[in-house]
């Protein structure tokens, strides 16, 4: 497309949404608006200053310029609509324990439109809790109990196979391959070694996409989003007609995965006929697109960072390292003793690795995953004196907690130990979120996490190729060379 052509599509949608932004900013003099800046462009408004900052690891700056300038609370434009943002503790709590019918967790355009409307994300009410308690059926600690040692068995290998001659990794790209390959097994029962690198590529299409400018037009990043969600779309229609077939056959479990989980609710429902709104396809379409995302991306970074970490603290390397030897000695002196000859990890071992978990939190605190999130205003409300009108959107950021002297003691050292008690007042610590809306996969998260260093940590030590690697954020914190590391196997454990 030419650019004559581009700048007229943009000059057309500009004008399509002039009238809509100037009637949500006309100000009623009997409401008190938080003070801003909607930024000189209508529709894209201060978008692209803050997605750079983001880029450049800034966001914290941005969201504190605009703080000291107008207060805590403010208003902007984002994403083509009006934004307020909200700082502190007291701000997390009210955005993260907001009923659903007065703060709804709506997204931006670009995200709503690769995850779905129908993703868990948008809906609220009986809907959000039909969807988050088939999947949670799956996710909840006593079902996840039964995956532990698969889980285990598929790491190992996975990671045994790309570290096998390899002296480098790009730890990244290693973290989101092996995650999404847990995502696709154990998650969605997806064991079709083509379909999982089809699969991967499109969504890689799509995380890219969510955090774009909203053009649809060809050569966009948000076109190759939407066009690869088509894709994924595409590939799994066929496999959830497979297995609602099983399932009415009574030949697939329920419970075998989250993705036959929700097939099962819309199977149930069409043979009953007795639900008022039963679960549909394009409902288990989006919620697959949006918990695969979710599932993969955020722990591929968590641990990333982790990785990060170890190599740059040996103490706290060799704390972690003393805990996983800990738990294999353990395991050979019970098999010593007749015990299990298993080599794979199990629940009660998982449950013993409290530092290396604490290590975990404290590298989320630090780097939280997510800098923030949306919702959206359901209906007129009012929060630390000033109103917002229904449609607004509201971001929340979660470094106003997680740096907050009066909350963490010395918040800029990395702590670990300030996880052993239970001091930390609810809505203060969110990675996960918080809230009726806490993020359904955090226990899967910590049982991958913990599975993924324990093997790590056995097997290798490891050097950063480029220690003052700097952050960078599409959405999450990436490292901006993919964070490469010198690989070493420990004797024990060197391939043949």
């Given amino acids: 497309m030419s650019t004559s052509l581009v700048l007229i599509a943009v000059s057309v949608i500009t004008l399509v949404f002039i009238f809509k932004l100037f009637r949500n900013h006309k100000r009623d003099s009997t409401k008190n608006y938080p003070d801003g800046s909607m930024g000189f462009l209508p529709v894209i408004g201060e ?3 803050f997605l750079q900052a983001m880029k450049g690891n800034r966001g914290e700056r941005w969201v504190e310029e605009r703080v000291a300038k107008y207060g805590p609370i403010f208003k902007t434009s984002l994403m083509g609509s009006t934004t307020v943002f909200i700082t502190g503790h007291s701000g997390t709590k009210f955005v993260l324990g907001a009923d659903t ?18 993703n868990l994300f948008e809906v609220s009410g009986s809907r959000y809790k039909l969807l988050r308690g088939a999947m949670m059926s799956f ?11 698969r889980m285990d068995g598929m790491l190992k290998t996975h990671i045994d196979e790309a570290t096998r001659g390899k002296e480098t990794i790009h730890t990244i790209s290693f973290m989101k391959k092996l995650t999404f390959h847990v995502a696709c097994h154990v ?18 299409h799509c995380f890219e996409a969510m955090w774009s400018a909203p053009f649809n037009f060809p050569g966009t990043t948000f076109r190759r989003g939407i066009q690869a969600r088509e894709k994924i779309i595409k590939k799994m229609l066929p496999i959830m007609e497979k297995r609602k077939e099983q399932l009415k056959e009574g030949t697939l479990n329920p419970k075998n995965d989250v993705l036959t989980c929700m097939l099962s609710l819309e199977t149930e429902a069409a043979e009953n006929g007795d639900q008022e709104e039963p679960v549909t396809q394009q409902e288990v379409i989006d919620n697959f697109i949006s918990l695969m995302i979710a599932g993969h991306d955020s722990s591929a970074v968590v641990l990333t960072w982790i990785v990060w970490k170890l190599a740059k603290d040996p103490v706290i390397y060799e704390n972690v390292v ?11 002196q019970r098999q010593g003793e007749g015990g299990e000859d298993d080599e794979r990890l199990t629940w009660s071992e998982i449950a013993k690795m409290k ?29 630390g004196a000033y109103d ?28 670990p130990s300030r996880f052993e008690s239970k001091s930390i007042p609810p809505y203060a610590y969110v990675p996960f979120g918080a809230g009726p809306h806490t993020c359904i996969g955090n226990e899967f998260a910590r049982v991958e996490a913990l599975t993924v260093i324990h093997h790590l940590v056995t097997k ?20 901006e060379m993919g964070l490469p590391i010198n690989l070493k196997p420990k004797q024990k454990y060197s391939h043949n």
């Fill in 47 to 49: 978008s692209l200053s």
């Fill in 355 to 383: 530092y290396t978990w604490r290590v975990a939190q404290e590298v989320m605190r630090v780097i939280p995953p997510f800098f923030g999130s949306f919702r959206k205003a359901i209906r007129d409300t009012s929060f």
């Fill in 322 to 332: 003393k805990e996983q030897m800990s738990i294999l000695n353990e395991r050979k």
């Fill in 388 to 415: 917002i009108p229904k449609g607004w959107q509201v971001f929340w950021v979660s470094y106003g907690t997680h740096m907050n002297k009066d909350i963490f003691n010395d918040p800029t050292k990395f702590d």
């Fill in 460 to 479: 290798f030590e490891w050097s950063l190729v480029n220690p003052d690697e700097k952050i960078t954020r599409l959405a999450l914190p990436y490292p």
């Fill in 187 to 204: 998650l969605f029962g997806i064991t079709d070694d083509a379909t999982e690198q089809a699969l991967y590529e499109d969504f890689g």
């Fill in 101 to 118: 019918e007065v703060l709804a967790p709506r997204q931006p355009v670009t995200i709503a439109a690769i995850m779905g409307k129908h």
């Fill in 139 to 149: 996710l909840k600690p006593e079902s996840l109990r039964g995956h532990i040692k």
